[in-house]
């Protein structure tokens, strides 16, 4: 009960104090409307291309929105020291980082439900996938929260964790398979597709919302978990060497 308590309120600190804040709920809106136009100009198709490019543009606005936060809170907070004094509380560091991460993840999760409303407005949605649609946001909100705070642990300044999460973001767009499938990708680009989380999460929207995917939907889900778990304990495992001893 404890933890639960502390968990509640270190989530709802971050909250109020960075995710509430009107710049960022207003970026949260423009961002994903943005991606669409983008997608929109480069398909040269119109409003008829909604659902195509739909999965790429709720993935593109988890990825960037849970990094893009992620990278400044928890960055911000150990340089200023306010993340040692977390430290210091006789909680599990696992509760402390789950804390920290929950705010990215519900602020990436909203940022891929903006463009589904915005496309529920102009065309219909009735084929789509939701519980899959909701369980592969989901997913790649956690996988995308993780590994930005991998990235964020790794540096000491807001600006390097800004600068290594698009030295990782920009690549991942165009390896992904939002653009190219991942199966026209040069046979030696294909292991490191496989390897981005991006990559499973993009499929799994795509099947969601467009019936046609991939991978098989069962093992995406396991592989995007996997890897969120895995990217979870080597952030925790740097934060042990690197922020405590």
Partial sequence: MKGLTAFLSILGKDMRTYYLKPPNISWGLIFPVAWAGMFLVRSGRGLEEVLSILPGIVTVSILFGTTSMLAVTVTFEKKNASFDRLLLAPLPLEIIMLAKTMGAILFGVINGLVPLLIASLITRLSGVSWGLMLAASFLTAVSSTFLGLFVAVAVSEVFEAQTFSN?????????????????????????????????????????????????????ALAILASMSLLLFAFSLRNIRRKWIT
């Fill in 167 to 219: 030295f990782l973001r920009f690549p991942m767009i165009f390896l992904c398979g939002l653009f190219i499938p991942v199966s026209s990708l040069p046979v030696f680009l294909r292991p490191l597709s496989y390897i981005l989380p991006a990559t499973w999460g993009a499929d799994l929207l795509r099947r969601a919302v467009t019936g046609a995917g991939a991978f098989d939907a069962t093992a």
